[in-house]
């Protein structure tokens, strides 16, 4: 269920930002969709209006599954602290022998 849900989450992001991306920002900066070609698939009201609406629909769906990904994976892990667990400890090192000296 829940990478069903994340996954439903990757697509609306994708599609959120694309829809966001192709608005006519207020300074005509990145108005993607707004080009002289595409003036004659709809007008420049009703490209607005469709995007407008197709961006609150996203935004919503965004919302409402955040909020359920956040609620289902709520009592999944335990609070964990860093502080909680013995630190490692690393084998200490071998220290190198030392050549015999020969007696007389």
Request: glycine residues 12%.
């Amino acid at each position: 269920m829940n990478s069903i849900l994340l996954i439903i989450h990757l697509l609306v992001t994708l599609s959120l930002i694309v829809v966001v991306l192709l608005q006519r920002s207020e300074g005509g900066g990145l108005g993607i969709g707004s080009s002289g070609g595409m003036g004659s698939f709809m007008g420049g009201r009703g490209t607005a209006n469709l995007l407008t609406r197709t961006t609150a629909i996203l935004g919503a769906m965004f919302f409402a599954l955040s909020l359920a990904l956040a609620l289902l994976n709520q009592g999944t892990h335990q609070p964990r602290s860093l502080l909680d667990s013995p630190a490692p400890t690393a084998p200490a090192p071998a220290l190198p022998s030392l050549p015999s000296v020969p007696t007389n």
